[in-house]
């Protein structure tokens, strides 16, 4: 423990880069929900009809009216420029249709380059005009009998993220993403330097205990710091189910430590990790199947992803903190946890078995926080 | 500009390279590696068959007719049909359904009296892409079933005078990706984003290494000590490998969209190539600056490690904080993006299209002229060495 505490490395990427990648991260969706997508509209209809709806456009939250041009090709170089996500294409004669009774053709284009974008403009603006569509309804009525509501009304509901933000979606995962990999560095950094010093990495078995556990508590105090201070601090769903979320945590940092120790047995220089981590955490992140479907995912990938603590790790912190999962129902990651705990660890106890010579003075030493580790500091 | 002093440079960072399989594997196998895994994950472009629980407590012939629809969808497949809301949510909870259709008992009677009912589509709203993928779907699946519906009961029973178009219809297409395909989105994001976090640790390694070893002496009296020479040299044979694999990931998706360039590929691969120069010119400064290996990867990996987030490409940035705005714009990644976008997609004018190019270029410059210059008085400062 001490020898963490008081290796500068150690410390910034374990303590400092995590307090600081918990605020700054967040901060890219702290908005939550989107609002102000630009769009544009053309309006060849001219009439008192077609200004309303246009009016209303402009009152919806996640659209913000860049202009109103006289054709297609005008709008089109708009979404090019790069000025605005989506074209609402109001056509002539759309007034004169309505009052007839016969229906107003509208036509919505979004910019597919940017999908997620994209569709929030086209949400925003079908919002819009659903609510003018049903004033136009009343209009009609007065003269031409009031239409049958559809036999089939759909209520949407999101559950869990009721406010269907993007950064609650996103960020919990991202969490439990970034207390593996800073725990991957930690270690790494810590087997590397043993190995730049002693050229070995040869651990007692109390001191390999005593390391992962030191590990395990500062990874344990990482997420439930996520979990609670950082997700009550964002207003992100939490707490669903504490007891079982610190189950499922506590087999998850220690398949990370495992696993850490078992990766982070082969590096040999301390610089090797931080560039491995870095270029390696997006695809870690997708793998985990949070916001690419498992079931849209190749199968051979769904198992290798399997074998990164990651993968069960992200899902089963997401289902029991923000679905509010009960243990059966992340049963199956709890198991893969436990499975990647014994095997990783058994890998590391192997790859830091203690030489035969040099067995028995670490016997000895009983007392493994200060001598196994403060060794390090010399 | 010193050409025998730039190729001195390039030629002892090849040679170490050759001899550091792990330095040589971030530039080469590994980034490639990652690409190729995303490209993999990716492949089946939109998702389909995504799986839902029905709660039918009407079992009629309109919610039978119903559950057919929803089967028929290809984005979805019915995978239980569980007796109670408090079982299908357990099954989505469990994540074993992403989205949940209640049909309330006594729906056939309510349309045949009323003409009118309610259904309640419930959907993962934590698992935002397959979540939202299935609510889409079902609006779908239902509305063509209230259509049928409206023709032929309503019709029947309340006479065609009350069958009556919605006043409004509005079509909506998507532009320019009209298949809505998330691996041409996604690998558009990533393949870029992975291949400049590379480059940028990668050259960090490259500049740090010669402080931490403390043989910078070495590296500039090998370049005959000239120092923009030979830092330019160093950087030259990462820039034209990532250009190389930048320009394969576009040609992937350029293949996979079987539509061709809008724009200009060339503008694509210049963007691309001053995208990594800018890396390379940020990785310099970041080393000059710090002065030390690990605190310069550091500053690497929050810089270009969340660039992707702050891009503002996957969640739009209005509305966003201003300093989460002020970070995007200074981050090159985003920049690129905006030229992509651009080019391949959208087939802007050229005039559009400076500004991204222009501000890659600014990169360069700004992190390039300072890293120089603070790289410099590292470079004589014995104490600037061999810190870890």
């Known amino acids: 423990m001490r020898a963490i505490a008081t290796d500068r490395v150690a410390m910034l990427s374990l303590v400092g880069a995590l307090v600081l990648y918990s605020f700054f991260y967040p901060a890219a969706y702290q908005h939550q929900v989107a609002r102000d997508l630009p769009l544009v509209v053309v309006n060849l209809d001219h009439s008192s009809m077609s200004r309303e709806l246009i009016r209303k456009l402009d009152a919806v939250q996640a659209i913000h009216l860049v202009g109103i041009v006289e054709s297609m090709p005008a709008a089109r170089g708009v979404v090019e420029a790069g000025e605005a996500e989506a074209v609402l294409s109001i056509p002539a004669g759309f007034e004169r249709d309505i009052l007839r009774g016969v229906q107003g053709q509208l036509a919505l284009f979004g910019n597919g380059a ?92 109390p001191g390999f205990f005593g390391i992962a556990s030191a590990f395990s508590m500062i990874g344990m105090i990482s997420l439930l710091y996520f979990s609670g201070l950082i997700f009550w601090f964002q207003d992100y769903p939490r707490a669903g189910n504490l007891s079982g979320l610190l189950l499922a945590g506590a087999l998850f940092i220690s398949s990370v430590v495992a696993f850490a120790l078992f990766c982070g047995s082969f590096f040999r220089t301390r610089e090797r990790a931080f560039q491995l981590i870095t270029i390696t955490s997006l695809p870690l992140f997708f793998l985990s199947n949070l916001s690419w479907p498992v079931e849209a995912t190749p199968d051979i990938l769904v198992y290798a992803a399997q074998l990164l603590p990651s993968t069960a790790g992200i899902n089963a912190v997401v289902k029991l903190n923000q679905m509010g999962a009960r243990l059966p129902e992340v049963f199956s990651e709890l198991v893969k946890l436990a499975v990647l705990t014994i095997f990783y660890g058994s890998l590391a106890l192997w790859r830091y078995r203690p030489g035969p010579a040099k067995h028995g003075s670490y016997i000895e030493n009983r007392d493994i926080e200060t001598v196994t580790m403060v060794s390090d500091e010399d | 500009m010193s050409m025998r002093a730039l190729r001195a440079s390039a030629r002892r960072e090849i040679r170490f390279l050759r001899n550091s399989p ?134 029947l029973s309340r006479g065609p005078a009350n069958v009556r178009a919605a006043p409004i219809s509005v079509q909506s297409t998507v532009l320019f990706n009209p298949g809505r395909s998330y691996e041409h989105f996604l690998l558009g994001l990533l393949f870029p984003a992975i291949l400049h976090m590379a480059m940028c640790v990668a050259m960090v390694g490259a500049f740090g290494r010669e402080l931490r070893d403390a043989s910078i002496r070495h590296w500039l009296r090998d370049s005959d000590d000239r120092l923009v020479p030979a830092i330019l040299g160093k950087t030259v044979p990462y820039f034209l490998l990532f250009t190389v694999y930048g320009v394969l990931g576009l040609l992937w998706l350029i293949a996979l969209n079987g539509q061709g360039v809008a724009g200009g590929f060339i503008w694509l691969v210049l963007g691309q190539a001053l995208m990594y120069l800018a890396y390379a010119a940020i990785a310099l400064l970041f080393v000059a600056v710090s002065r030390n290996m690990v605190s310069a990867l550091s500053m690497a990996g929050l810089y270009a490690g969340t660039s992707l987030a702050f891009s503002g490409a996957t969640f739009p940035l209005q509305g ?46 700004v992190a390039g002229i300072v890293g120089v210059w603070l790289l410099g008085y590292a470079a004589r400062d014995p104490a600037a060495w061999g810190r870890r």
Request: charged share 15%; with cysteine; hydrophobic share 50%.
């Open chain 2, 320 to 365: 966003a904080p201003w300093f989460t705005r002020l970070w995007s714009d200074l981050l090159p990644y985003t920049a690129y993006l905006k030229l992509q976008k651009q080019q391949l997609d959208m087939g802007s004018t050229l005039t559009v299209s400076i500004w991204p190019l222009a501000t890659m270029l600014l990169f360069v410059l």
């Open chain 1, 114 to 205: 940017v999908l997620g974008r994209a569709s929030i403009a086209m949400q925003g603006a079908a919002l819009a005009i659903t609510a003018f569509g049903q004033e136009v309804a009343l209009q009609q009525a007065q003269f031409m009998g009031i239409p049958a509501s559809p036999p089939l009304r759909l209520i949407e509901r999101p559950l869990f993220n009721t406010v269907e933000g993007y950064g609650s979606s996103i960020v919990p995962g991202v969490a439990a993403l970034i207390v593996q990999q800073s725990l991957l560095i930690g270690v790494a950094v810590m087997a590397a330097t043993r190995r730049e010093r002693y050229g070995k990495l040869r651990l007692s078995r």
């Open chain 2, 22 to 155: 792990w330095d040589l594997a971030l530039a080469t196998w590994i980034p490639c590696l990652l690409m190729i895994v995303m490209a993999w994950l990716f492949s089946s472009a939109v998702p389909r068959e995504l799986p839902i629980a029905v709660v039918d407590l009407d079992q009629s012939t309109t919610s039978r007719d119903v559950v057919r629809h929803l089967q028929a969808s290809p984005g979805l497949t019915v995978a239980a049909q569980p007796e109670s809301l408090q079982s299908a949510f357990s099954l989505a909870r469990a994540l074993q359904v992403y989205g949940v259709v209640l049909i309330p008992g006594g729906t056939e009677r309510d349309i045949q009296r009323t003409g009118s009912a309610s259904m309640v589509s419930y959907f993962n709203a934590s698992y935002q892409v397959a979540g939202q993928a299935v609510a889409r779907d079902v609006d779908a699946a239902v509305q063509a079933v209230s259509e049928k519906l409206a023709i032929t009961e309503v019709a």
